[in-house]
């Protein structure tokens, strides 16, 4: 199965603009979907399809894709948006039924 | 607005068999959604289990796929996990969710399952 990676740490200056990547294979076929996690809480869906966000998120969370990369930008970093950060796809690898999660990225906001 | 919420029991045993259920609220698992079983390990990353439709169809993670069992209950509006011959390494987190075909919204609290004797 195809795997999807992530840098483990990222850190960002209150009001500054942070990109997160996900690289791997399927991200040629799929677009990546990304999800928030704060700790002790369940993940939250904050960025899906080619750059859509679902209700209630605010819009300095965008998404971007090229080649088999994926990128979560957050525009004017909020103390709140200290987070885990995963992002998700289905594999192209072999069965396009399976779903795979990059390892994580934890955002730091200075 | 769709809710989920996880049951069962938080201990099991090593070399038993964990069974979670996930209870949808708010709308019918017989809409065209996949359902979803995410797990994660204290400290790390989140790991796909395994998804069902309201037709019965699965998928498996391919490194779980000998020891996991997805079952829905569309009476019940609910879907269930087993996973069998467990282990210390299956101490995590599990998570259902709901997959809308292009990333998964909602999920539910989360239960912690710990393998001990």
């Known amino acids: 199965s195809s795997e999807l990676t992530q840098d483990p740490a990222v850190s960002v200056a209150l009001g500054q603009t942070v990109r997160i990547t996900c690289q791997g294979d399927s991200l040629r076929s799929y677009y990546a979907s990304w999800y928030q996690q704060k700790p002790g809480q369940a993940p939250v869906l904050v960025i899906y399809?080619?750059?859509n966000r679902p209700s209630g998120i605010p819009d300095r969370f965008s998404g971007s894709s090229s080649g088999n990369t994926a990128s979560l930008t957050i525009t004017g970093a909020q103390a709140e948006d200290e987070a885990d950060y995963y992002c998700?796809?289905?594999?192209?690898?072999?069965?396009?039924?399976?779903?795979?999660f990059g390892g994580g990225t934890k955002l730091t906001v200075l | 607005q769709v809710q989920l919420q996880e049951s069962g029991p938080g201990l099991v045993k090593p070399s038993g068999t964990l069974s979670l259920t996930c209870a949808v609220s708010?709308?019918?698992?017989?809409?065209?959604?996949?359902w979803s079983w995410v797990r994660q390990p204290p400290g790390k990353g989140l790991e796909w289990i395994g998804e069902?439709?309201?037709?019965?169809?699965?998928n498996y993670n391919p490194s779980l796929k000998s020891r996991v069992t997805i079952s829905v209950d569309k009476s019940k509006n609910q879907f269930s996990l087993k996973l069998s011959s467990v282990t210390a390494a299956d101490t995590a987190v599990y998570y259902c969710?709901?997959?809308?075909?292009?990333?998964?919204?909602?999920w539910g609290q989360g239960t912690l399952v710990t393998v001990s004797s």
């Open positions: 069902i439709y309201h037709s019965g169809s699965t």
């Open positions: 969710a709901r997959d809308k075909g292009f990333g998964f919204d909602p």
């Open positions: 998700n796809s289905r594999d192209s690898s072999g069965n396009p039924q399976e779903v795979v």
């Open positions: 708010g709308g019918s698992i017989s809409s065209s959604n996949w």
């Open positions: 399809g080619k750059n």
